[in-house]
């Protein structure tokens, strides 16, 4: 950390006092040269006085960014999404082309889309043509008689229709949907926590909603195959995954791909391990399948997908980089924060779970740039509590300090890309709710899309702290980033900067922008709870004002407010915000 400045900090001691044997003029001419000099220098402060017992120590922050050259640059798709496969189980696939989803999804974009997750490794695709009869999940017989013909006639819609295909479902259609994925979620639940999954068929009129979906949205889809088929040798069996390329190179289907999905739970969940050697094998031969298919021949690859780097799982990505390193384009890895069956909303504010991440992020670059140096690193299907997420806790503002602070962290310390669990759907740790109404996590991602750019700038703070306690661990509960303005946003000009800044202090703070930053416009975009349920509350205002989605499914615009040039920033207690610098002209921001 740069000191930008110091300040007095108490009075001087007793030592420094001027002689009792001096004349009164004597003390009063002194007195009126200090003041005279301090005039001169700029220096406008009161002398400092003796503070009453007990009284806390007000702390004024000042802040300057580094503007000649980025410390990072991250993908342009930094922020991405992903779809759980439990969507066909509980029947959600069929609603993807809502017309709220889709808004919302190209909200977001652009961004990668990975259809990944738990039940990627039993997923079987069968290229089945009627979709009244062999569809995935609930079929048409499930809804009320009236509508079975309009859910026909809107599949063969989809096939006589070019561009988009958006649709607008009845309410009570959505409602009965809504009754039967409460059921599956049941079933779902009890599937993870007993590890006993049942298999799930993908046709290929289900491959076409989750593409239309995609690329509608303006999402590039990335699909996890199937790892768990194994030959008698324990060697992929890459039968079904076949059919499935073949089918969407036909439809000519732009998609990247991967393989399996935690490798390393393999043993828990089909009793069948599959080391990092042959996991690096089963990549070469997913490779060689690919690059016969002219339209995937030069198509990405990302694995392996490990869980939290645990020594198991560091060995199994040890084995899969000497064997297969060089095959995939970036190496692939996930992260919980908290165990979803003891949260509590407080945990959401400890710093201690905020920093757990980066020691992590340490040991997976480790082992990468020992076989492949500088090789991407994507950290995919993060999620703040795992078993689905705590209802009213994950879905609450209280959870976007830890997804806000994680996508700060993972860009300085150059992860590429950061795929958030999930879009829709699955559990609680969602973006948008079985309602199709944005939660907080949602309106948190849309600003960082909207204001923040790929390259990422050094942020140097100083100013007074109070005297830690013996024996007290004093952690940042102050955290500031700082990137170039995203430069496909208009209203700003290249060179400007935002500043995202985390408090989770329980009291106000104050922020001086001083050096390059020092007297420029700032737009103010602060995000914070909406409604009495505080921390726990669904729905958040930006700058006093809430958030929904306008009446005709539209996303509202995102107003800033304004603040006077060369003002303090005063940061509310436990609230984020995103700060734009105005007219930097920062040139570490002033080309791509």
């Known amino acids: 950390m740069r000191v930008l400045c110091a300040f007095p900090e108490a009075m001087p001691s007793s030592n420094s006092r001027p002689s009792a044997c001096l004349a009164p003029g ?3 001419l002194a007195l009126l040269l200090h003041l005279s000099l301090s005039s001169q220098a700029g220096d406008r402060r009161p002398l400092p006085v003796a503070r009453a017992p007990g009284l806390k120590e007000k702390t004024l922050i000042l802040l300057d960014v580094s503007t000649k050259n980025p410390v990072r640059t991250v993908n342009e798709n930094f922020l991405s999404l992903q779809l759980d496969p439990s969507i066909i189980h509980d029947g959600w696939l069929d609603f993807l082309s809502s017309k709220r989803l889709v808004t919302l999804a190209r909200g977001l974009s652009p961004a990668f889309l990975r259809f990944g997750g738990k039940r990627t490794d039993f997923l079987q695709f069968q290229n089945l043509r009627n979709p009244a009869k062999s569809r995935g999940g609930p079929g048409p017989d499930y809804y009320l008689k009236n509508y079975e013909d309009d859910i026909v006639r809107s599949d063969v819609a989809l096939d006589k229709q070019k561009g988009c295909k958006i649709a607008q479902h009845p309410d009570v259609m959505l409602e009965l949907q809504r009754e039967k994925a409460a059921q599956m979620h049941l079933v779902l639940l009890k599937e993870q926590f007993s590890n006993t999954y049942s298999n799930l068929i993908l046709t290929a009129r289900s491959l076409d909603k989750l593409y239309n979906f995609a690329d509608c949205s303006g ?20 039968s079904s995954a076949l059919s499935l390329l073949k089918y969407s190179a036909s439809k000519k289907y732009n998609i990247s791909w991967e393989l399996g999905n935690e490798p390393n739970n393999y043993r828990t969940m089909h009793g069948r391990a599959v080391n990092g050697s042959q996991l690096g094998k089963d990549y070469i031969q997913l490779k060689s399948l690919l690059q016969p298919i002219r339209i995937y021949s030069r198509a990405s690859l990302y694995g392996p997908n490990i869980g939290r780097p645990r020594k198991n799982v560091i060995a199994l990505l040890d084995g899969f980089m000497k064997v297969a390193g060089s095959t995939v384009d970036a190496v692939t890895w996930q992260h919980c924060y908290i165990d979803g069956r003891v949260v509590k909303v407080m945990d959401f504010l400890k710093t201690r779970l905020l920093d757990t991440l980066s020691d992590q992020i340490r040991k997976i670059q480790k082992v990468v740039n020992t076989y492949t140096p500088g090789k991407k690193i994507w950290l995919e299907g993060v999620v703040t509590t795992s078993a689905g997420g705590t209802n009213n806790l994950s879905d609450s503002y209280a959870a976007g300090f830890l997804w806000l602070n994680t996508l700060g962290m993972l860009a300085n310390q150059g992860i590429d890309v950061v795929i958030r669990h999930s879009f829709f759907d699955h559990g609680y740790n969602h973006l948008v709710d079985q309602n199709f109404n944005p939660l907080p996590d949602y309106w ?31 952690r940042d509960k102050l955290r500031i980033y700082a990137h170039c303005t995203n430069h496909h946003n208009h209203n700003y000009v290249r060179g400007s900067i935002t500043l995202f800044i985390i408090n989770l202090h329980r009291s106000r703070k104050k922020i001086k922008l001083a050096g390059t930053l020092r007297d420029k416009l700032v737009h103010q975009y602060l995000l914070q709870p909406y409604g009495q349920e505080g921390l726990k509350s669904k729905s958040v205002q930006l700058n006093g004002q809430p958030l929904v989605m306008v009446d005709d499914g539209t996303l509202p615009e995102l107003k800033p407010r304004p603040l006077r040039a060369g003002r303090t920033l005063v940061i509310p207690p436990v609230t984020m915000g995103f700060y734009v610098v105005k007219n930097v002209n920062a040139l570490a921001c002033r080309y791509r």
Do not use: D
């Open 26 to 28: 004597t003390l009063y």
């Open 444 to 474: 948190l991602s849309l600003l960082y899309k909207r204001l923040i750019g790929p390259k990422v700038l050094a942020v140097h703070v100083a100013g007074l702290q109070r005297k830690p306690r013996p024996g007290r661990v004093i």
């Open 219 to 238: 999402l590039h889809l990335i699909f996890a195959l199937n790892a768990l088929r194994r030959n008698p040798n324990n060697s992929w069996n890459s």
